[in-house]
């Protein structure tokens, strides 16, 4: 059964950090560029960052850079997503999105909130 299962979301305050796993299963996930995108209230979903198969390239969105790192470990099917220096506009759904030339799949998403 394919799955993308988000974790490691919750209420943190400004400032702190969180880091999200998304665990894959069901599919070669060796062979998927993997990303993680967010979608706050009222907004539409942006794209976070960006891995490639084998790890060697990560893009990462502006308002990220610097303080988000996307990364995976094939060997454990996970992508992560860590986060430093968290802001209150960082608050979102976080999900996880894997893709090739053929298919793509979505995760379920995990909650994110930075608040004081």
């Known amino acids: 059964q394919l799955q993308l299962v988000e974790s490691g979301g919750g209420l943190v305050q400004p400032g702190g950090s969180l880091r999200l796993s998304c665990a894959a299963s069901?599919?070669?996930?060796?062979?998927?560029?993997m990303s993680w995108y967010r979608q706050a209230p009222g907004k539409e979903r942006e794209l976070v960052g960006t891995?490639?198969?084998?790890?060697?390239?990560?893009i990462h969105a502006d308002s990220v850079k610097g303080r988000f790192t996307i990364s995976r470990d094939n060997a454990k099917n996970t992508v992560y997503l860590q986060m430093n220096s968290l802001k209150p506009e960082d608050t979102a759904v976080y999900y996880c999105?894997?893709?090739?030339?053929?298919?793509?799949?979505w995760g379920q998403g995990t909650q994110v909130t930075v608040s004081s």
């Open positions: 999105y894997a893709r090739n030339a053929w298919n793509y799949y």
């Open positions: 069901g599919f070669t996930f060796s062979m998927y560029i």
């Open positions: 891995i490639t198969s084998a790890g060697g390239e990560t």
